[in-house]
């Protein structure tokens, strides 16, 4: 029996180091697999700075696997119990930091607004209606939202 198999278990799930839990419930938050380039953009952040070796230990426990550009968890269950992990009163937030994490690595990088990507206004928009922001961080995000729109109409 692997470790993806009874990761389920909030107990097995507690053995895990803050680092790889932390790793889980990160990577839970994009669903059932996350792009090598995010798990990078990430991991330049301080806050995430130790998630690509946590990646690597993870493939290693048998959590995820990896398949080209992609880690892919393991199984439902190994995503299922590290998104339950996250307290539910503080998802809202933990999807917003995720996302604006990602919006600064990807604004340092001078990209064209036009093509922000749609997980970094996805995880900001989660974590929205339940955060204060200022008039001026509202407008900067409506702007955001209505390029990601626009962008999806050209097609």
């Known amino acids: 029996m692997t470790l993806a198999n009874v990761i389920s278990s909030s107990i097995m799930y507690s053995l895990l180091s803050f680092v790889l839990q932390m790793a889980l419930k990160v990577c839970s938050c994009f669903g059932t697999k996350i792009h090598i380039d995010t798990i990078m953009d ?13 990646m690597d230990d993870s493939v290693q426990e048998g959590l995820f696997h990896k398949s080209g550009d992609f880690y892919h968890f393991e199984h439902d269950n190994v995503r299922e119990t590290a998104y339950a992990s996250i307290e539910i009163d503080k998802r809202d937030r933990f999807h917003f930091e995720i996302g604006m994490a990602l919006y600064m690595k990807w604004k340092s990088r001078n990209c064209d ?24 961080e509202k407008i900067d995000i409506a ?13």
Do not use: H, V, W
């Open 113 to 136: 607004e036009d093509n922000i990507s749609f997980i970094i206004i996805d995880l900001i928009n989660y974590g929205l209606p339940s955060l204060p922001c200022s008039p001026s």
């Open 143 to 155: 702007r955001l939202n209505l390029k990601a729109g626009l962008t999806s109409m050209k097609g």
């Open 42 to 54: 990430l991991s330049s952040s301080q806050e995430y700075s130790g998630l690509l070796s946590a």
